[in-house]
């Protein structure tokens, strides 16, 4: 037992459950709906052109930090063979097997800790797919990879597609216009390594509720690429984009200056 990690984790759980229902509401999109069609995906083109590069024909899959499923439901429907989903949201995993009941796709969602993910899946996944605001949650990357590379398959690739940590520097913009006078000053350091405190994780609707403190934490691209690293996993490829996937930096993609996405691509020796 990590007595740190756990100490943020099981906060974070009560934060990421009080979420759950309020996204429901406010996403944009009605996922029941969008899943009742055959081949549904929500991937965007980077991330569909790197997975279909693995091919995804007969390829177990496991997402880490699911969330909904509603990524790892997509790429069961652009091909992969089945998909497992690990979250510690009771609440968002509820909601993963109810769309992919909808979606028919073979999909399994494991509500855990990832720090508790079992021996049992050790050495079982062609694929570990991590996306878009999964490694913020994650107090020791040491420790994380370590058990991304323990559930993958000797060959098998990790996928990793997320916020640039430059975007720690610059402003998050709810209404995605860049903020009036902006004069660009760090909101963070690069190299912070205090606890970030935050409440309130509706970033679709951005409603204000009763919101648990969560708690993130901050790494820089080097801390991740050696973590991968050093959980023996070869790395293949590292590629930074100008585009927004946190929907709060529409303002910094349009002046095109910034990093504020990477996929990172490796292989399990
Ligand atoms: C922003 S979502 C990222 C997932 C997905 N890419 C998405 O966009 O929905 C972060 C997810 O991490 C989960 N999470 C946070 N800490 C975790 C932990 N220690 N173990 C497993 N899941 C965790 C939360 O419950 C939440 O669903």
């Given at each position: 037992m990590n007595e740190g990690w756990k100490k943020y984790s099981e906060a974070n759980r009560t934060a990421w459950n009080e979420a759950a229902p309020i996204h429901r509401k406010t996403r944009p999109v009605d996922l029941n709906e969008f899943f009742s069609k055959p081949g549904a995906s929500l991937l965007d083109p980077v991330e569909t052109g790197i997975l279909k590069s693995f091919g995804l024909d007969g390829k177990t899959v496991a997402q880490l930090c699911c969330n909904n499923g509603r990524d790892l439901i997509s790429i069961v429907n652009i091909g992969a063979k089945s998909g497992?989903?690990?979250?510690?949201?009771?609440?968002?995993?509820?909601?993963?097997?109810?769309?992919?009941?909808?979606?028919?796709?073979?999909?399994?969602?494991?509500?855990?800790?990832?720090?508790?993910?079992?021996?049992?899946?050790?050495?079982?996944?062609?694929?570990?797919?991590?996306?878009?605001?999964?490694?913020?949650?994650?107090?020791?990357?040491?420790?994380?990879?370590?058990?991304?590379?323990?559930?993958?398959?000797?060959?098998?690739?990790?996928?990793?597609?997320?916020?640039?940590?430059?975007?720690?520097?610059?402003?998050?913009?709810?209404?995605?216009?860049?903020?009036?006078?902006?004069?660009?000053?760090?909101?963070?350091s690069y190299f912070n390594k205090q606890t970030i405190e935050g409440r309130g994780l509706?970033?679709?609707?951005?409603?204000?509720?009763?919101?648990?403190?969560?708690?993130?934490?901050?790494?820089?691209?080097?801390?991740?690429?050696?973590?991968?690293?050093?959980?023996?996993?070869?790395?293949?490829?590292?590629?930074?984009?100008?585009?927004?996937?946190?929907?709060?930096?529409?303002?910094?993609e349009e002046m095109g200056k910034f990093p504020l996405s990477y996929t990172l691509t490796g292989r399990k020796k």
């Open positions: 497992t989903g690990f979250d510690i949201s009771d609440g968002f995993i509820e909601e993963a097997r109810e769309l992919a009941k909808t979606a028919r796709a073979d999909c399994e969602f494991v509500r855990t800790d990832i720090l508790d993910i079992g021996h049992e899946y050790d050495n079982r996944f062609d694929i570990v797919y991590i996306s878009i605001g999964a490694l913020a949650w994650m107090p020791d990357l040491e420790v994380f990879f370590g058990i991304a590379a323990r559930i993958m398959r000797p060959g098998g690739n990790l996928f990793i597609y997320e916020h640039h940590p430059m975007t720690y520097l610059i402003p998050f913009e709810e209404s995605g216009f860049a903020p009036e006078g902006l004069v660009l000053k760090p909101e963070y509706d970033y679709f609707g951005f409603t204000e509720y009763g919101a648990s403190k969560n708690f993130e934490f901050q790494h820089t691209l080097g801390e991740i690429v050696n973590s991968v690293i050093g959980a023996g996993i070869e790395l293949c490829e590292l590629k930074e984009y100008p585009h927004d996937i946190a929907n709060g930096f529409k303002w910094a």
